[in-house]
């Protein structure tokens, strides 16, 4: 095998959920036309046909149905791996994941484990319809017994997919949907680091980026961009979301100065809020600006034609950038 | 327009981002016409033959049949005008010119595919964008990348007003403060580190903050601006602590007891010498041995001779101790402390000189306990330390005499009939002249110039 493979996002997670399939016979794929079709992104395409139906299921269009029989498997030694089809059809799940996906571990005391992967595309920037451009990360970071991770390349949605599936915890993972076509190299040989870690994506001196999932690459380009104004951005996947990973984060603001968080789920009371009261707490003395957030705005996702002015794009970030410099 | 253009890879209708060379169909040199097959490229989905979409003369195919290209890529050069003569080498620029080929075939696409307007296909929605992206033009230079467009409040238009001064921040006008310090978090920790108060320091930062510069700048000002600021010419410092318990101590010896203080001053040159001796001696070559241990041994000699001195005051009655504990002052960094040496008078002379370097140690450590600085009898302060004289010592409560031991000076005296340089030094003594009289204050004073006179004939004589 290959010692890097160009792979897109989408194959990527492809290849990682037939690896663990094929590693494990406990592991399951169930969601909404995620057999005969391979899902509506394609994700898993081709599995049904080689690992058979019984553990490749095409469910009902009922999200809180496809968790409660996930929790029931789970809770047999299975490890399911449950699609949601859009991040906007996870709510009739709500109930089903924080009421028993994130207790049942605490209610029996640690006897009782679910090992259940949570797969969420999630976010914006496909000119879709309502319900399917949504990021709900914040409402189960908020959740205590779920552990939350988003994958911005294909090397890590290679091997967070794995990782994922290998947790005795429930996961939710959120697929970047608008990369799922954007190509990368992967080392299919070894993981670079374990499931909850950031990661510094590019390094930098002078203000620091944090971003996940889809606006890893939004905060690259600013971060390429910024080269012509002469300044340097250092870009930090923070990859899990619950539990946050701040060390790298904390090391980076104390060398920069600045920090601006990115992430297109609404500012208000999102996980920006949260990595800004972290960086203040550890860092004081070292900001000489407050961490500055670039979020969607604090409105319903709005129509497909005007997405493009509530994501975050560079120039937002850039903006930021110049707004931290102000200081 | 660029003579020699560069056609790159289009995307091909598959929303996939490269393709296979599969075959040149011409080479670097030919001539071809618009719109002639060049290339045999294969995607995912199929091989597609592309046009040309200039006319003109191959100079540069850039890459060999079997290689993936990506979308976007340059493939061929074509120079549009062959005619023209001799072409310059290819520069950077040229690169960097390219002109991006449009109007790639798009089949309608499954998902994954192709959507209009550089979309990817999928089954809800118009799709991603496969397009790059690009920052918006910006209207400052890259030189001047801080600096934003201040907020102006909408005004009725005016004649026109002035060009503002470029801003250095969002709020450049210097704000007036009222009462709170604005300063980031760096600069309040750098202000601490070096000792500023930011309360003095007028800022010149956004929103009148005070910047770094600032806080440095006032640093390195001379202590007289420092002084002009009200407020700093008295320093009020609380009265607690060993100073609170000195003060009142001092108070109560001092009204309490009548003092009466006594001079001699005494050539202690044999001492000197006797202490040199001493430190050449066995056993007494790691100890440390000053001339404060002279004065304790001379007055616990004394106090053997004279009892009365070592003894307290109590009303209806005087104490008479016959153990001596035998306190030594010692300034420390929380203020003057006296611990005191228990039973000094049964030490031999070399715990004598033990106990009192451990005493002074543990006192300059601020560690002495409690007990030791109780009980005391009589104290010695050795002013000498800090070059002076003599003084009048107050007596700590309780005891009847204190020593003050002055600083050892070389000075002209008569010695044997003639004046000579000897090591000279100034005892004070103060006593309770409740207890004690002038005579035996005196004779007690005397007792100790003897010995330091003369150690080796007070002790023959005394023993």
Redesign the interface.
Known sequence: MADAENLTLGKALNTGLRRAMERDPKVLIMGEDVGKLGGVFRITDGLQKDFGDDRVIDTPLAESGIIGTAVGLAIRGYRPVCEIQFDGFVYPAYDQIVSQVAKLHYRSQGKVSLPIVIRIPFGGGIGAVEHHSESPEAYFAHTAGLKVVSCANPDDAYWMMQQSIESDDPIIFLEPKRRYWEKGPVNVDSASLPLHASRVARPGTDVTVLAYGPMVRTALDAATAAEEDGRSLEVIDLRTLSPLDMRPVYDSVRRTGRAVVVHEAPGNLGLGAEVAARVTEQCFYSLEAPVLRVTGYDTPYPAARLEEEYLPDLDRVLDAVDRSFGF | MTRVKEFNLPDLGE????GEILKWLVGEGDTITLNQPIVEVETAKAAVEIPAKWAGKVTKIFHPEGTMVEVGQPIIAIDTDPGAGDLPAPSAASLAAVEVAGDAPVEPGL??GPAPGG??A?????????T??K??PRAES??A??Q?PPVVPHEPATPPAPAPEPPT??APAAVPRNGAVLA???V??LARDLGVDLADIEGTG?SGSITRDDVLGAKSAPPAAAARVPGEREERIPVKGVRKLTAENMVASAFTAPHVTEFLTVDVTRSMKALERLKGMPGWTDVRVSPLLMAAKAVLLALRRHPMVNSTWAGDEIVVKRYVNLGIAAATQRGLIVPNIKDAQELTTRELADAMTALVGTAREGKTPPADMTGGTFTITSVGVFGVDSGTPILPPGESAILAFGAVREQPWVHKGKIKIRQVTTLGLSFDHRVIDGELGSKFLRDIGVFLQDPEGALLAWD
């Open positions: 929303g996939l981002t490269e998902i994954g979309r990817t999928v089954l809800v929605g118009y799709g991603p964008k496969t790059v992206a920052r918006r890259a030189s990348p801080v934003r921040a969002p980031k978090p760096p309040r920790k956004p």
